[in-house]
């Protein structure tokens, strides 16, 4: 089908010698837009209830101290800050110990040392060897080094009143001073010296 222009003096049709209409705009790519943007609004919303869910009471008890106490007053306040230290919410020993070679080990130059943790608090907390980390004479950091101790500190929840004893391990070799454990990844942090 062939389209000629109208003779003159024939009144024009509808769409002769026009532009089409523009197609019309779909709204798939603004439905999609907002699904995901309400995807990602309701994961944020799920995170901030987690948080302040969690954020509740911990069993921690803090002491105040008065800056303007005299020092007789804070003689007087010893004994109870040593009663306080007993009932830290989370205690932490070390030992140092042999190392005892696993078969993820690379070589014999790793520093152990035999950790206990307690949990002295009302709630739970979770253990795990990355959140340990052990601090040498010098006073520098070293990280723990996964499996490459027979005896690991085990990844556990400790609830109450429990405790968990295990091997934490670093490349080198080094004087350990003390291990510092942290409850989760940026909780209170706990230092236990090295015997």
Aim: one cysteine or more; a negative charge.
């Amino acid at each position: 089908m062939t389209y000629q222009q109208p003779q003159p003096g024939q009144p024009q049709q509808p769409g002769w010698g026009q532009q089409p209409p523009p197609p019309r705009k779909r709204k798939t790519g603004k439905i999609i837009g907002f699904g995901c943007l309400g995807v990602v609004g309701l994961i944020v919303l799920i995170v901030v209830i987690a948080m302040v869910a969690s954020g509740g009471d911990d069993g921690n008890e803090s002491s105040t101290t008065n800056p303007s106490a005299t020092q007789g007053e804070a003689k007087k306040d010893e004994p109870k800050e040593e009663e306080s230290a007993e009932k830290a919410p989370v205690t932490v020993t070390a030992k140092a110990v042999a190392f005892k070679k696993s078969v993820l080990a690379q070589g014999d130059d790793y520093t152990s040392v035999q950790v206990t943790i307690t949990n002295n608090s009302k709630n739970d907390i979770e253990v795990n060897p990355l959140y340990v980390t052990i601090t040498d004479t010098d006073g520098s950091k070293h990280t723990v080094e996964l499996g490459v101790d027979e005896d690991p500190l085990d990844a556990v929840t400790l609830s109450p009143g429990e405790n968990v004893t295990g091997t934490v391990t670093a490349k080198g070799t080094f004087d350990a001073k003390y291990v510092t454990y942290t409850d989760g990844l940026i909780g209170d942090s706990v230092r236990g010296d090295v015997s």
